[in-house]
């Protein structure tokens, strides 16, 4: 075979090859079937050309001017250039599709990572318009981005809002860099939101310039933040400010931080404390001991939550101190304990006063419950002796002397007088018992006191006296306060017993202020101010304080043979004055009686004496006023052998009305102060009414001063204390009625 029909084969193999791979090769490229076949069908036509120029058969079709070796030749480079040119672009269109497809792939990847942040971001062109949003974005504002492509933000936030944002975009696009800031934007609903928002400006491949945000809701964190930094300003105003001590430790005592209420208790500095162990507010010996005991109780956690106590402080101070506790304890920091301490010495005092006033109070109504019960007895007993001491005084006028039963009636009366005596000491005890007050020098008293003192006293016992000079004069009944004293020196004596001792009797003036008058008994109701003072000590055997506690008792007494009303009535007497008293006793010791009178500058009249005249007689008529029979009837007797002719009422009712009728003759009332009905008080004052003139002469067990002060200023003509002998009752109608007479 020749060479000429050896590239001719070659040709028409290279074209049916070409023409073959070009039908799908064209499709691939122009993606048109039409013009895919049109290609297949011109190389097809070019391959049937060269066959009837190679072969014989195709000589019907072979051009005369072209000889075989420039058609081959022909033939055979443009298929080669034209397959080498397909192949080319091929191999081009393929990369773009891959270019294509990757970048597909990479929106497919951004917008999947953009719509599944919990960050809003979005695109606005240079112009501020919305080029892009995420899923996001449309959750937030309720809107889609087709809704939102093309729009500013004027056209969906408030003005103000969308200008800043806007400005906040320029400056970005200035400054061309990434830029992080706070936004605040109102969401769907108009509630505005915090944004922490990071921008950053970017331009595509035609210069145009873009910005892209990035934001994260920030609002619940920002108010978390503000509420911890609330808590934190809160708990700082508390540690700075608090009135009580606050301090902090870890495990091994290291004080780690105190504020300064803890700094003024301990009277250290907060650079003197922090950084030191808790023991530093101690004294040395006690360091090592509350350190030990600190360590142990924090590693097991037994340390008390609430807790009182008294602490001994460095500075020498010892203090109350109310003390709470408590752990602190977060995720793996070291637990932390922190103390509060409250100074209570003030409180504690304070309450230690309290209670010391409320014993001394209830112990003054239980005295005065007491007193009132000894009072009442006092007079019920008071008005029986008035009958027996009445009619003995009866009886004896109508016995002749000589007469063997007189000295029985004597021996009765005096009985009734020691008896009357005893009702004196239960009335002094209550506060009630008759006082004759008058101006009265209590040293003279002291000195008149003095020789029945040292006879009443053991005779190894010294009596010292010590007597301040000038010493004011005091209101008081003599006969009473040298009852006071009898009684403390012979109380004195008993506790000194067979033994040598001593007992002081000193006199004085001191001014009494709150505190020390709320150590006396009475006090409730004492005043302070100056006081006359006098002091019985003795160097006895001295008192417990059980013992202490009921001294003043009445009935109560440590002697077997004792009644246990000396104290009682001193008590009593003091009241009636007006006066209080201090106790100090320790068992060996010995023990102190002060009495505090009030002073008195003013000067009183000593009462007149009338006197007696057992040949007095009167006339007219008296009525006796009395509930007690056995009173009235002896009453009436005394009366009847005085000359008077006498009416009897055995209530203020029936007194008054008796009066009523016969307020003409009547020359005097003899008004009983306690009755049914209507009582002295009220029946004086019906009396008066009817006759303003009216003499009534008052008689009572209670003291004479109860009375004056009650009639004050009322017009009463006397008061007749019970029980009375008919003497007594002489002397009182001759005074009244003269007086009446001479005025």
Same mark, same amino acid.
């Given at each position: 075979?020749?060479?000429?029909?050896?590239?001719?084969?070659?040709?028409?193999?290279?074209?049916? !090859?070409?023409?073959?791979?070009?039908?799908?090769?064209?499709?691939?490229?122009?993606?048109?079937?039409?013009?895919?076949?049109?290609?297949?069908?011109?190389?097809?036509?070019?391959?049937?050309?060269?066959?009837?120029?190679?072969?014989?058969?195709?000589?019907?079709?072979?051009?005369?001017?072209?000889?075989?070796?420039?058609?081959?030749?022909?033939?055979?480079?443009?298929?080669?250039?034209?397959?080498?040119?397909?192949?080319?672009?091929?191999?081009?269109?393929?990369?773009?599709?891959?270019v294509e497809e990757e970048l597909r792939e990479a929106q497919e990847r951004f917008t999947h990572f953009a719509d599944n942040n919990p960050a809003v971001a979005w695109i606005k062109d240079d112009s501020g318009r919305?080029?892009?949003?995420?899923?996001?974005?449309?959750?937030?504002?309720?809107?889609?981005? !087709?809704?939102?492509?093309?729009? +500013?933000?004027?056209e969906i936030w408030p003005e103000n809002i969308a200008r800043q944002l806007r400005e906040h975009d320029t400056s970005v696009l200035k400054k061309n860099q990434t830029v992080e800031m706070s936004e605040t934007v109102?969401?769907?609903?108009?509630?505005?939101?915090?944004?922490?928002?990071?921008?950053?400006?970017?331009?595509?491949?035609?210069?145009?310039?873009?910005?892209?945000?990035?934001?994260?809701?920030?609002?619940?964190?920002?108010?978390?933040?503000?509420?911890?930094?609330?808590?934190? &300003?809160?708990?700082?105003?508390?540690?700075?400010?608090?009135?009580?001590?606050?301090?902090?430790?870890?495990?091994?005592?290291?004080?780690?931080?105190?504020?300064?209420?803890?700094?003024?208790?301990?009277?250290?500095?907060?650079?003197?404390?922090?950084?030191?162990?808790?023991?530093? $507010?101690?004294?040395?010996?006690?360091?090592?001991?509350? %350190?030990?005991? =600190?360590?142990?109780?924090?590693?097991?956690?037994?340390?008390?939550?609430?807790?009182?106590?008294?602490?001994?402080?460095?500075?020498?101070?010892?203090?109350?101190?109310?003390? @709470?506790?408590?752990?602190?304890?977060?995720?793996?920091?070291?637990a932390l304990l922190i103390g509060i301490f409250r100074d209570i010495t003030e409180r504690r005092q304070a309450e230690e006063q309290r209670l010391t006033l409320e014993r001394k109070l209830l112990d003054s109504q239980?005295?005065?419950?007491?007193?009132?019960?000894?009072?009442?007895?006092?007079?019920?007993?008071?008005? *029986?002796?008035?009958?027996?001491?009445?009619?003995?005084? #009866?009886?004896? %006028?109508?016995?002749?002397?000589?007469?063997?039963?007189?000295?029985?009636?004597?021996?009765?009366?005096?009985? /009734?007088?020691?008896? @009357?005596?005893?009702?004196?000491?239960?009335?002094?005890?209550?506060?009630?018992?008759?006082?004759?007050?008058?101006?009265? !020098?209590?040293?003279?008293?002291?000195?008149?006191?003095?020789?029945?003192?040292? $006879? /009443?006293?053991?005779?190894?016992?010294? *009596?010292?006296?010590?007597?301040?000079?000038?010493?004011?004069?005091?209101?008081?009944?003599?006969?009473?306060?040298?009852?006071?004293?009898?009684?403390?020196?012979?109380?004195?004596?008993?506790?000194?017993?067979?033994?040598?001792?001593?007992?002081?009797?000193?006199?004085?003036?001191?001014?009494?202020?709150?505190?020390?008058? /709320?150590?006396?008994?009475? !006090?409730?109701?004492?005043?302070?101010?100056? =006081?006359?003072?006098?002091?019985? /000590?003795? +160097?006895?055997?001295?008192?417990?304080?059980?013992?202490?506690?009921?001294?003043?008792?009445?009935?109560?007494?440590?002697?077997?043979?004792?009644?246990?009303?000396?104290?009682?009535?001193?008590?009593?007497?003091?009241?009636?004055?007006?006066?209080?008293?201090? $106790?100090?006793?320790?068992?060996?010791?010995?023990?102190?009686?002060?009495?505090?009178?009030?002073?008195?500058?003013?000067? +009183?009249?000593?009462?007149?004496?009338? +006197?007696?005249?057992?040949?007095?007689?009167?006339?007219?008529?008296?009525?006796? $006023?009395?509930?007690?029979?056995?009173?009235?009837?002896?009453?009436?007797?005394?009366?009847?052998?005085?000359?008077?002719?006498?009416?009897?009422?055995?209530?203020?009712?029936?007194?008054?009305?008796?009066?009523?009728?016969?307020?003409?003759?009547?020359?005097?009332?003899?008004?009983?102060?306690?009755?049914?009905?209507?009582?002295?008080?009220?029946?004086? &004052?019906?009396?008066? &009414?009817?006759?303003?003139?009216?003499?009534? #002469?008052?008689?009572?067990?209670?003291?004479?001063?109860?009375?004056?002060?009650?009639? @004050?200023?009322?017009? #009463?003509?006397?008061?007749?204390?019970?029980?009375?002998?008919?003497?007594?009752?002489?002397?009182?109608? &001759?005074?009244?009625?003269?007086?009446?007479?001479?005025?």
């Amino acid at each position: 075979m020749q060479t000429a029909e050896i590239l001719g084969l070659v040709a028409l193999a290279v074209q049916l !090859a070409v023409a073959i791979y070009v039908l799908p090769l064209s499709i691939r490229i122009t993606g048109s079937r039409l013009v895919s076949w049109v290609l297949f069908a011109a190389f097809l036509s070019m391959f049937v050309l060269r066959f009837a120029m190679t072969f014989p058969a195709g000589a019907i079709i072979r051009h005369p001017l072209l000889t075989p070796h420039w058609d081959e030749l022909f033939a055979l480079t443009t298929s080669g250039l034209l397959l080498f040119a397909m192949f080319y672009i091929d191999r081009l269109f393929v990369r773009r599709r891959q270019v294509e497809e990757e970048l597909r792939e990479a929106q497919e990847r951004f917008t999947h990572f953009a719509d599944n942040n919990p960050a809003v971001a979005w695109i606005k062109d240079d112009s501020g318009r919305f080029v892009y949003v995420n899923k996001p974005f449309e959750r937030m504002f309720r809107t889609a981005l !087709a809704q939102l492509k093309g729009k +500013t933000g004027f056209e969906i936030w408030p003005e103000n809002i969308a200008r800043q944002l806007r400005e906040h975009d320029t400056s970005v696009l200035k400054k061309n860099q990434t830029v992080e800031m706070s936004e605040t934007v109102p969401d769907a609903d108009g509630n505005l939101r915090q944004w922490w928002v990071s921008k950053f400006p970017f331009s595509d491949r035609n210069g145009r310039k873009f910005v892209f945000s990035m934001a994260m809701d920030v609002t619940e964190q920002r108010k978390m933040e503000e509420a911890v930094r609330d808590s934190e &300003r809160r708990f700082r105003s508390i540690w700075e400010n608090s009135a009580d001590g606050m301090r902090l430790t870890d495990e091994q005592g290291t004080i780690i931080a105190v504020n300064p209420a803890y700094c003024k208790l301990v009277g250290l500095g907060a650079s003197e404390l922090e950084g030191q162990s808790l023991t530093a $507010v101690h004294p040395p010996e006690n360091r090592e001991k509350v %350190l030990l005991q =600190y360590c142990e109780r924090f590693r097991t956690r037994i340390i008390e939550s609430y807790f009182e106590r008294k602490v001994a402080l460095r500075c020498g101070k010892v203090v109350d101190l109310e003390v @709470a506790n408590s752990f602190l304890e977060h995720d793996n920091q070291p637990a932390l304990l922190i103390g509060i301490f409250r100074d209570i010495t003030e409180r504690r005092q304070a309450e230690e006063q309290r209670l010391t006033l409320e014993r001394k109070l209830l112990d003054s109504q239980k005295l005065e419950s007491l007193g009132i019960l000894a009072g009442g007895i006092a007079h019920d007993f008071n008005n *029986l002796l008035t009958a027996i001491m009445g009619n003995a005084s #009866l009886a004896q %006028l109508q016995m002749p002397e000589g007469f063997p039963a007189r000295q029985n009636l004597v021996n009765i009366e005096k009985t /009734s007088i020691r008896a @009357a005596g005893l009702c004196r000491q239960m009335l002094a005890y209550s506060g009630r018992g008759q006082l004759v007050v008058q101006d009265v !020098a209590l040293n003279s008293l002291v000195d008149e006191t003095a020789q029945l003192i040292n $006879v /009443s006293i053991n005779k190894k016992i010294a *009596l010292k006296f010590n007597l301040a000079a000038q010493l004011p004069c005091i209101q008081a009944d003599p006969s009473q306060i040298q009852q006071v004293i009898m009684n403390l020196v012979i109380n004195a004596s008993e506790a000194i017993g067979d033994n040598s001792g001593v007992i002081n009797i000193t006199t004085g003036v001191m001014n009494a202020d709150t505190r020390y008058i /709320s150590q006396t008994y009475l !006090a409730p109701n004492f005043p302070s101010g100056n =006081y006359v003072f006098l002091e019985v /000590s003795d +160097t006895g055997c001295g008192m417990t304080p059980d013992v202490k506690a009921k001294i003043f008792d009445p009935f109560f007494t440590t002697k077997f043979t004792g009644r246990g009303l000396g104290l009682a009535a001193v008590l009593g007497i003091m009241r009636g004055h007006k006066g209080s008293l201090k $106790v100090y006793s320790e068992p060996g010791r010995g023990s102190s009686f002060k009495l505090l009178l009030p002073c008195n500058d003013a000067k +009183t009249t000593s009462p007149k004496t009338v +006197t007696a005249s057992s040949s007095w007689r009167g006339q007219g008529t008296i009525l006796v $006023v009395d509930d007690e029979e056995s009173v009235r009837i002896v009453t009436a007797r005394m009366l009847e052998n005085f000359g008077f002719s006498v009416l009897k009422a055995c209530d203020g009712r029936e007194g008054v009305e008796t009066f009523r009728k016969n307020s003409g003759d009547i020359q005097a009332v003899v008004l009983d102060m306690t009755m049914p009905r209507l009582n002295g008080d009220e029946a004086f &004052r019906e009396i008066r &009414r009817i006759n303003p003139a009216a003499r009534v #002469l008052l008689m009572s067990g209670y003291n004479e001063q109860d009375a004056t002060d009650r009639f @004050a200023g009322k017009g #009463l003509a006397g008061f007749l204390q019970k029980p009375f002998r008919q003497d007594d009752l002489r002397d009182k109608l &001759r005074m009244i009625l003269e007086k009446t007479k001479t005025s």
